[in-house]
């Protein structure tokens, strides 16, 4: 749209040279040119954030605008800032040993520090207790994470800080506590150049630390919750507690004491059945007994007459001598009702055992 500019040179002698100054002119616009070229640009600005759906800024091409603060461009891994301290996501332990280093390189003197100590012994432990860093005064040299032996400090990529309170700028060391994890995500090049030294260093300190001396303050909730759990973990299984048990044993000693006493009452039921057999069986018993005495007793009672009229055995029966088989049936008679009686018994016993039987 920029129509094309007239150059003129002219060529001019001085005592050090030739001096060739060229005149490009102005460019020549019509009327109006300027303010059609402007509001093509407009427009075409205009159509374009109309129509063009763009996820993220990184699609966009050539000149555009990122609409910060939602918007933000990627900063590079060596972007610095301020400092921030690391500790580790494990263990909470920090990273920083307070061997003042960065203290004393500090161009403008902004960092302050005070070293732990056992409160058993008093020593001096590699840990930091506090840790400060006047940040509206930092100058973001990056030389207190240059010369960290422990890569304890980093420069972070957060810039957004604007406060209206000047004290508010001087951080302590929560403050300026990050995990490592954070620093890795930002500076991933940079943390795995360093990080298999810096863990190693660190295990060696955590072993000189006693107990939470070391720990980030905003771990310590979360290391003494993970130790709880540990604990609970590895103890011994609770023994079952007396209430627990006492209705497993009351039931188990009320199923033994009805099984005694079922195993009673049949014992009982058994010994009363057998009372009634023996009864049974002993006036069986009995009624044969009387039965075989009545046949004595008949027999007895028939025996002296037979005996008397009986001759003796070598005498030869007469025709007068009554015969000897006259007492026959007397001893018949009473062997009859001897065996009547004890087949009496007999039955009546087969019929109290079929009873049982049934039962
Ligand atoms: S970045 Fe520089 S000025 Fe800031 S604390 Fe570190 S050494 Fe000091
Ligand atoms: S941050 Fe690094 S240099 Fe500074 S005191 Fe801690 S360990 Fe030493």
Redesign the pocket.
């Known amino acids: 749209m920029i129509t094309e500019t007239e150059t003129e040179t002219t060529e001019t002698q001085t005592t050090r040279g030739k001096v060739y100054v060229i005149d490009r002119g102005r460019p020549k616009l019509r009327a109006g040119q300027g303010l059609l070229t402007g509001l093509d640009v407009v427009f075409r600005h205009f159509r374009d954030a109309l129509t063009r759906k763009l996820e993220k800024p990184s699609q966009q091409t050539g000149v555009f605008t990122v609409q910060y603060p939602e918007e933000r461009l990627k900063l590079p891994e060596a972007f ?1 800032n ?2 921030i301290l690391l500790y580790d996501d494990e263990t909470g332990h920090e990273l920083c040993t307070s061997c003042f280093q ?1 203290q004393r ?4 003197q ?2 302050h520090m005070t070293q732990a100590r056992d409160p058993a012994t008093g020593k001096a432990v590699p840990a930091v207790a506090e840790f400060l ?1 006047e940040y509206d ?9 240059e010369v960290c032996p422990f890569d304890a ?1 980093k ?1 972070d990529h957060e810039f957004e800080f604007s406060t209206d309170v000047h004290g508010g700028l001087t951080i302590n060391k929560a403050g300026l506590n990050r995990p490592i994890s954070y620093y890795e995500k930002i500076a991933p090049t940079f943390w795995a150049e360093v990080k298999d030294g810096a863990m190693k260093k660190l295990q060696g300190n955590m072993k000189r630390r006693p107990d939470l001396i070391g720990v980030a303050p905003q771990m310590i909730d979360t290391i003494k919750a993970k130790r709880a759990e540990v604990a609970v973990a590895q103890a011994p299984a609770p023994a079952p507690s007396a209430p627990d048990s006492a209705p497993t044993d009351k039931a188990a000693r009320l199923a033994a004491i009805r099984a005694a006493n079922a195993a009673r009452k049949d014992e009982a039921a058994n010994v009363a059945q057998t009372s009634d057999t023996t009864s049974d069986d002993k006036a069986a018993r009995l009624a044969a007994i009387r039965a075989a005495n009545a046949a004595k007793k008949a027999a007895a009672e028939g025996a002296p007459a037979s005996a008397s009229a009986a001759p003796p055995a070598h005498t030869a029966p007469t025709s007068d001598t009554p015969p000897a088989a006259s007492s026959t049936p007397d001893d018949k008679a009473a062997r009859l009702a001897a065996i009547r009686a004890a087949n009496a018994a007999k039955k009546a016993a087969a019929q109290k055992q079929d009873g049982n039987d049934d039962q």
């Not at 390189?105 to 403008?108: A, F, G, L, R, S």
């Not at 005064?137 to 994470?145: E, N, P, W, Y």
């Open positions: 610095r301020f400092p960065c390189i500090c161009p403008p902004v960092i860093i005064a930092c100058m973001s040299c990056g030389l207190c994470a400090i420069m």
